[in-house]
């Protein structure tokens, strides 16, 4: 690395900034990174992504520092340019850190998808959506229940969630429910990875997305197609065959508000309108312009966001806790889950308010995330958080509670009270649907 290097800092969120690193930075003698800064995700800040993952030009890895002292860091480390690298943030968001980032002296930097998204071996789909919380998920499992009907053996791949130790959590191979435990999965990684497992199928995930993708292209239980799992609205890190983007009409406009979901929605094969059985028609109409206006080309697909309730006897007349995934309600800045949806069709006499019960990390995401209402966020990025979430539970003065999170909840965090879960599922209405778009992409392989 010569000393004319410019100096770059990623701003990140133990995601997307690792992984423009490990693709365009990691053996570039032309560039020095000498941080990463962490938001969004508590305890991220204060590591070090390690040598090992980091390469030969960092023998003592680089340091991870908090997004706040990102002015501080620019003039004491001498930055030359600062590389923006994490997702669902509005455009003021982004801009405003580009300002700061400007004024302190430094360049201001995304990276497209062309210095980023790796090719594939196989055949790869990949799922993202203008905002967390749109539907990513259900969307992914229905395309992998299609393929396997089908009798294709797809592998998953997960949108990074290194909470952990990195080097450890370099290659992850999930296969199992057991295999959670073994790699110490949080509950939000257990949200992503689990309903794969359920089902049927593999799937991978950790830190290093070109190292993943070879060992999913040759999984020892075989591989027909990549599925790329994205997560929240970021655009895939390999480069598609098939490029879905869902859409939520309970955020209408948000599609081309927030970075990078409206890259999502630009690059778009196939765009999802997910909720359309309990979203406003009006909202509906402004998402569908929305789409015409940035990708006319895109194939529209009308879905609903379907619920089954393991025992509605426990929400019809009763006070219930509404339990629904966290990233969703956090940086999602979702105030209506399927919890809240199967608890007002259920009959529920009341939805209790958790956050005056609310003790340690889950009051505090309260005090960060004012705006998340009357609904509990299904928060464990460690050990602290799950106690706190389980003491919060058995604080909240309630009947009974209703789980709409991914995941078995009650298998990981105790619940002293009757409890529930939520089911929710992806329904194409009408045409074109899944089944089309997929026999089309099928029918390319042959």
Not at 108 to 129: D, W, Y
Not at 252 to 267: F, K, N, S
């Amino acid at each position: 690395m010569s000393n004319s290097a410019r100096k770059i800092i990623i701003i990140g969120a133990a995601g997307r900034d690792f992984h423009n690193f490990n693709t365009f930075y990691r053996d570039n003698p032309a560039y020095k990174v000498v941080a990463f800064t962490a938001a969004q995700i508590p305890d991220i800040a204060g590591r070090k992504y390690p040598a090992s993952l980091a390469g030969g030009l960092y023998p003592d890895g680089i340091p991870i520092y908090e997004q706040k002292d990102l002015e501080k860091l620019i003039k004491d480390l001498d930055a030359d340019e600062c590389v923006f690298a994490y997702s669902d943030v509005t455009y003021n968001t982004v801009m405003g850190i580009g300002a700061m980032v400007n004024a302190a002296g430094a360049d201001f930097t995304l990276l497209g998808h062309k210095n980023t998204m790796i090719k594939s071996n196989k055949p790869l789909i990949a799922v993202g959506a203008s905002r967390t919380g749109c539907g990513k998920s259900q969307t992914s499992r229905r395309i992998v229940e299609i393929l396997m009907q089908k009798g294709l053996k797809v592998i998953a791949i997960r949108h990074p969630m290194p909470y952990g130790d990195l080097e450890a959590q370099k290659v992850q191979r999930f296969a199992v429910i057991d295999d959670l435990k073994k790699h110490n999965c949080t509950i939000e990684e257990m949200e992503e990875y689990e309903p794969h497992i359920t089902r049927g199928n593999v799937i991978y995930a950790g830190v290093d997305y070109e190292a993943i993708l070879r060992a999913a292209e040759n999984d020892p239980d075989g591989c027909d197609v990549i599925l790329w799992d994205g997560g929240n609205n970021d655009f895939p890190f390999y480069k598609p065959d098939l490029m879905i983007t869902v859409t939520d009409p309970h955020r209408p406009g948000h599609e081309l508000a927030y970075y990078p979901g409206e890259v999502t929605a630009r690059i778009a094969d196939v765009i999802v309108i997910n909720k359309i059985d309990s979203a406003d028609f009006a909202n509906i109409l402004a998402v569908r312009e929305n789409i015409a206006r940035v990708n006319p080309g895109a194939v529209v697909i009308d879905a609903a966001s379907t619920i089954s309730v393991e025992d509605p006897a426990l929400i019809k007349g009763k006070r219930v806790l509404v339990i629904e995934d966290g990233p969703t309600l956090t940086h999602g800045e979702m105030k209506i889950g399927a919890g809240v949806v199967a608890a007002k069709r259920f009959g529920a006499a009341e939805i209790i308010d958790p956050r005056p019960f609310a003790v340690g990390k889950l009051a505090e995401t309260y005090r960060i995330y004012p705006n998340i209402g009357t609904l509990l966020p299904a928060m464990g990025y460690g050990e602290e958080q799950m106690r706190d979430l389980t003491a919060t539970i058995e604080a909240v003065d309630c009947d009974a509670v209703v789980i709409a999170t991914p995941i078995d909840l009650g298998r990981v965090v105790k619940i002293n009270k009757p409890h529930t879960r939520v089911e929710y599922s992806l329904q194409e209405i009408g045409k074109p649907d899944m089944e089309d778009v997929l026999a089309d992409f099928v029918k390319g392989l042959k």
